[in-house]
């Protein structure tokens, strides 16, 4: 259990030391880069710190990997409460998201308004940091933010060891979680959104603080429930997203960057 937590909060410690590279040097290479030039890569096994070994647990690795007491983690509160997961169904993965909502314009429409058209992010495992560290993974998401969304190039690399898997849309009403990956197979699953709530105020305006607001909150049912381990989804704790309320000066389809922490809900 030290263990687990030790490596979770140590990953993650990277993550936020690499902020400020991004943003002043621009020598971070991104989730699956680490920093270039004469510096060496954060999960480097030949780098001083025997803490870097944490790197190595996956795969093939001497070390298993952390298990984490998911029972404890509290789902965090919309700020118009959405509706509790269905009894008997347990929390079964906590993903930090990090990608783009995508929109289109009608450009032929003089008041046309943004459409949504669905999302792609890749995410990446805090289950452990959602069972350890509540107050840290309420942080997680505008960190994400900042970062550059990772590059699908880099994923077989080391610092792509906790990705979770990916999240995209199949058709315009069905967002999908992808979750099995080189490493494990946790499951696929497809939604259907059931209800949603808006960002509570504070929540990040968009990447490095300027933009149109976050996404709203949302819970996502199984389009259904057999043939599938994911029963329910949360989207909370919501950072950018958002278009602006206009298509006036915007192009015919447009991406905006976001992150979000997924909850996912499975039967027993
Ligand atoms: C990744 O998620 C699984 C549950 O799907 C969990 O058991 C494991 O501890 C997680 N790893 C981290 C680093 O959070
Ligand atoms: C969303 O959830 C709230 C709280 O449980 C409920 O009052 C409302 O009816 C739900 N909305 C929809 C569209 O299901
Ligand atoms: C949506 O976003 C993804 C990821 O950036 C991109 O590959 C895709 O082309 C976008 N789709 C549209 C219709 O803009
Ligand atoms: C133009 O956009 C507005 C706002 O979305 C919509 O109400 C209206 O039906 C659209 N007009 C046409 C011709 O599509
Ligand atoms: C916010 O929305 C407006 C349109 O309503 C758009 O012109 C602007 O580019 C948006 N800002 C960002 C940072 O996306």
Redesign the pocket.
Known sequence: MLFAQASCLLALTAVVAAAPFEKVEKRWGGWGGGWGGNGRPWWSPSAASSYLEFGKRYPGSNTAAPTCDLSQVTLPTAST???APAAGLSLSHVAIGRGTQNYTCDLANATATPVAIGAVATLFNVSCVAADSPDLLQKLPSIALDLPVPSTANEDSAAYQDMSGHHFFTDSSTPFFDMDTSLHSYGTGAFKK??TSAAPAGAPLGQYGVGNGSVAWLKLDAKSSDGQIFQEVYRTLTAGGNPGNYCTGMPAAFEVQYAAAYFLFEKP
Do not use: I, R, S
Request: without cysteine.
């Open positions: 409460p959405l509706p059931t209800n």
